[in-house]
């Protein structure tokens, strides 16, 4: 009798879990499909970093090394060097020279980005960083500029990723949008126009609401 008890119990339970099986099966599918399908990312989402240009091609990179001194894995490494009299680099005296970021020490915290006076550095949507090469982890200041129509560069083709707009949503998300919190900057652009992109929109509150005297 107690066989036969055994054997009702374990038939009961696998059908209790065919039932969630089949509950489960009627449900929208939740899974991306990667890396053909790519999930949409959060606008502050830390990535990849990339070192922007202005609207006008110049780097926004004036070498004052902030970036380096405040990374608190001692990631960054920046060499400034005066700019060229004829041949100006940067708008400023002088332009990072040698920079360069080992990602296998980032943490991905965006202080580099918060501490940037010139809004040259910025996190992107890019994530994809495998490698097998420790050297290869170590990125340096040509594969972290971007091209002069403010495309990033990245390990991939560019090919690869058109399709999903990654390189598109690549366009540094981290700016200065409201100083020490005050919501009287929500809604006021706060940064200057990059390459490829220009002057990108303000960022609203968290409320999502418009400021006081503006027009919802």
Same mark, same amino acid.
């Given at each position: 009798?107690?066989?036969?008890?055994?054997?009702?119990?374990?038939?009961?339970?696998?059908?209790?879990?065919?039932?969630?099986?089949? =509950?489960?099966?009627? @449900?929208?599918?939740?899974?991306?499909?990667?890396? @053909?399908?790519?999930?949409?990312? &959060?606008?502050?989402?830390?990535?990849?970093?990339?070192?922007?240009?202005?609207?006008?091609?110049?780097?926004?990179?004036?070498?004052?090394?902030?970036?380096?001194?405040?990374?608190?894995?001692?990631?960054?490494?920046?060499?400034?060097?005066?700019? &060229?009299?004829?041949?100006?680099?940067?708008?400023?005296?002088?332009?990072?020279?040698?920079?360069?970021?080992?990602?296998?020490?980032?943490?991905?915290?965006?202080?580099?980005?918060?501490?940037? &006076?010139?809004?040259?550095?910025?996190?992107?949507?890019?994530?994809?960083?495998?490698?097998?090469?420790?050297?290869?982890?170590?990125?340096?200041?040509?594969?972290?500029?971007?091209?002069?129509?403010?495309?990033?560069?990245?390990?991939?083709?560019?090919?690869?990723?058109?399709?999903?707009?990654?390189?598109?949503?690549?366009?540094?998300?981290? =700016?200065?949008?409201?100083?020490?919190?005050?919501?009287?900057?929500?809604?006021?652009?706060?940064?200057?126009?990059?390459?490829?992109?220009?002057?990108?929109?303000?960022?609203?509150?968290?409320?999502?609401?418009?400021?006081?005297?503006?027009?919802?």
């Amino acid at each position: 009798m107690s066989e036969q008890q055994d054997l009702f119990t374990a038939v009961a339970n696998m059908w209790k879990g065919f039932r969630v099986t089949f =509950r489960q099966m009627r @449900k929208p599918r939740v899974t991306t499909q990667y890396p @053909k399908e790519f999930r949409e990312k &959060p606008q502050r989402f830390h990535g990849r970093h990339v070192l922007n240009r202005y609207d006008d091609g110049m780097e926004k990179c004036i070498g004052c090394e902030l970036c380096a001194g405040v990374c608190p894995a001692k990631c960054i490494y920046v060499r400034g060097a005066d700019n &060229p009299i004829d041949d100006p680099v940067s708008p400023g005296e002088r332009y990072g020279y040698v920079y360069e970021i080992n990602m296998l020490r980032c943490i991905f915290c965006a202080l580099c980005v918060e501490a940037c &006076p010139t809004e040259a550095i910025t996190m992107t949507h890019l994530f994809e960083m495998s490698t097998t090469n420790r050297q290869d982890a170590i990125y340096t200041k040509d594969e972290l500029l971007v091209q002069p129509d403010g495309t990033p560069n990245h390990m991939f083709d560019e090919d690869h990723l058109a399709d999903f707009g990654e390189l598109a949503a690549a366009d540094g998300w981290m =700016r200065a949008t409201s100083p020490q919190g005050r919501a009287d900057f929500s809604g006021v652009p706060g940064w200057t126009p990059s390459a490829g992109v220009g002057l990108r929109p303000a960022e609203q509150g968290q409320s999502g609401t418009e400021p006081e005297g503006e027009d919802a």
